[in-house]
């Protein structure tokens, strides 16, 4: 099921990863259409615009958090790793998690996955986009 975009006036919508890329862009748009905007990201700096007010009811979670890493599997600690799947694999499932609760409760929401095509062509360089 897809979000209908002309229905997003006054929802609230929680973008994950938005300091930049998609998530900014995502945010700059939703804006226009009158979305309430929870923004969250992992550079706090670059989340100038965070919203000041957090609402309790959430219409729409926009899990677009994700990173990479570019270097040969072989080649990367461990700690890498669990950063990867903590980030792009936890980070949308404890978040999603959280907010369910409240969507089955107003029997209404919609959850959004974004996820890169990193996830569906065969490299070595994106396993946790994969997992």
């Known amino acids: 099921m897809r979000p209908n975009l002309h229905k997003i006036k006054g929802k609230v919508v929680w973008i994950t990863g ?3 890329g998609n998530g900014e862009i995502l945010a700059y748009t939703l804006a226009k259409l009158g979305a309430n905007l929870v923004l969250s990201a992992r550079r706090e ?5 965070v919203l000041e ?8 979670l926009i899990n677009n958090a994700g990173c990479s890493q570019r270097a040969v599997a072989m080649d990367t600690k461990l700690e890498v790793h669990k950063f990867l799947l903590d980030t792009n694999f936890l980070g949308t499932v404890s ?8 969507m089955v409760k ?3 929401g919609c ?3 974004v996820s890169s095509l990193s996830g569906k062509i065969d490299t070595s360089l994106c396993s ?4």
Do not use: G, N
């Open 53 to 60: 007010k957090c609402q309790s009811k959430i219409d729409y």
């Open 111 to 113: 959850i959004v996955v």
């Open 45 to 49: 700096t670059e989340l100038h615009r």
């Open 18 to 20: 938005a300091s930049s």
């Open 95 to 102: 978040l999603s998690t959280a907010v369910l609760p409240y």
């Open 128 to 131: 946790s986009k994969k997992s």
């Open 106 to 108: 107003e029997r209404d």
